[in-house]
């Protein structure tokens, strides 16, 4: 379904910014995308995960290297809040939202009721999003994202909104949408969420896959190295370490 060849992108910044310079955010990166697949991306932040998205949707082009997606394949970012508006209402946005997101105006219109019904917003669903709070927003912008249809769903931490019910909901929704023949690229700082949903897990680091294979064997080792590195054993005066 989709292919990344040798794919690296840097960015310049001038000389008057204080990190001036030339900055590698992917550097050599190959993967496979297969139909049906539900794929994982792990990593720190600034690690290269959400870019490696935007490129597969085309948002971005890789300074050198090619993404490749199977001809006749549509590929959409589902990232939250995506085209809001403030000043439009919920039912507005979602429509554009979903448009934004590769629908018709047709398709979009015809999603509005179950985005209603799935969001939870009741009359609020008609008011505008500027008098949202931070959960109805999310709440929106998730079903109005899970609503599209498309080949390949490239998801950016979309499963980190609302209430813990609306998380759980959520997350059931997608376990759905991805037991079929739907296509999975999926990113996310919740590895318990990634070993749920995702067949196969590539762990990025410092621009670079540092692992893949299966999901749990590679969010374990992830996970492990992070807990090290997070570890902090304070030193006495003396310059020992602490007892206890």
């Given amino acids: 379904m989709l292919e990344m060849e040798s794919v690296s992108l840097s960015y310049h910044t001038g000389k008057k910014t204080f990190d001036a310079g030339t900055h590698h ?6 993967l496979t995308l297969c139909k049906g697949e539900a794929l994982g991306v792990i990593g720190r932040n600034g690690v290269g995960k959400t870019t490696t998205l935007r490129l597969m949707a085309g948002i971005l082009a890789p300074t ?5 997606v199977a001809e ?22 979602a429509l554009l939202a979903a448009m934004l997101q590769g629908s018709s ?10 985005i209603k019904a799935f969001s939870e917003l009741g009359e609020s669903f008609e008011l505008p999003v500027k008098n949202y709070s ?6 929106l912008a998730f079903t109005a994202a899970l609503m599209t ?12 909104v609302g209430d813990a019910q609306f998380r759980g909901k ?8 991805i037991s079929g023949e739907q ?25 670079k896959v540092v692992a893949e294979g299966p999901a749990e064997e590679v969010v374990d080792a992830y996970t492990r190295q992070v807990s090290i590195e997070n570890k902090y054993v304070p030193e006495d005066e003396e310059g020992g370490q602490a007892s206890g």
């Fill in 134 to 139: 931070a959960g109805m927003r999310a709440r």
């Fill in 105 to 114: 105006r047709k398709e979009a219109e015809a999603f509005l009721g179950d």
């Fill in 72 to 93: 006749g394949k549509s590929a959409s970012l589902l990232t939250l809040g995506l085209g809001f508006k403030p000043d439009l209402s919920g039912r507005d946005n």
């Fill in 149 to 160: 249809h498309v080949d390949i769903l490239l998801i950016d931490e979309i499963l980190s």
């Fill in 64 to 68: 050198s290297g090619r993404v490749k």
């Fill in 183 to 207: 296509t999975v690229v999926f990113v996310s700082h919740m590895t318990d969420q990634v070993k749920v949903l995702c067949d196969r897990v590539i762990w990025l680091e410092h621009g």
């Fill in 25 to 30: 955010v992917l550097n050599n990166v190959s």
């Fill in 170 to 177: 959520a997350l059931n929704a997608m376990q759905n949408r």
